[in-house]
């Protein structure tokens, strides 16, 4: 059974950075681990993701220049820094691992296996 904890969230101001983390725990192998968000009353959205190899990595263009998504595979942990925040960056940021991946379905939510619980970003003006 694959768990996911992130952490990291808080109070940032606009401008200002947060960098979350997940770890998983569980047998992993080949993998597509993902970070997406969801800010109230909206639907959940994707925000990066990136395979076990860590040889490409996706973002949502509401992020790409800002956030930057890395993994640590001997720390079993995925990242997510986020930079030059704005205030539509607010949401709760789930960290989701699919198994074993494709990128041709990694920015569609229904395709992740395993879910954290997420951890909520909240970025003031």
């Known amino acids: 059974q694959v768990q996911l904890q992130e952490s990291g969230g808080g109070l940032a101001q606009a401008g200002g950075s947060l960098r979350l983390s997940c770890v998983a725990s569980g047998r992993l192998y080949r993998y597509m681990v993902a970070w997406f968000r969801q800010a109230p009353g909206k639907e959940r959205e994707f925000v990066a993701a990136?395979?076990?190899?860590?040889?490409?990595?996706y973002y949502a263009d509401s992020v790409k220049g800002r956030f930057t998504m890395s993994i640590d595979n001997a720390k079993r942990s995925a990242y997510l820094q986020m930079n030059s925040l704005e205030v539509e960056d607010t949401a709760i940021y789930y960290c989701a691992v699919d198994t074993p991946g494709s990128r041709l379905t990694v920015r569609f939510g229904r395709y992740y296996d395993h879910w954290g619980q997420g951890t909520q970003v909240t970025v003031s003006s």
């Open positions: 990136m395979p076990e190899s860590g040889e490409q990595t």
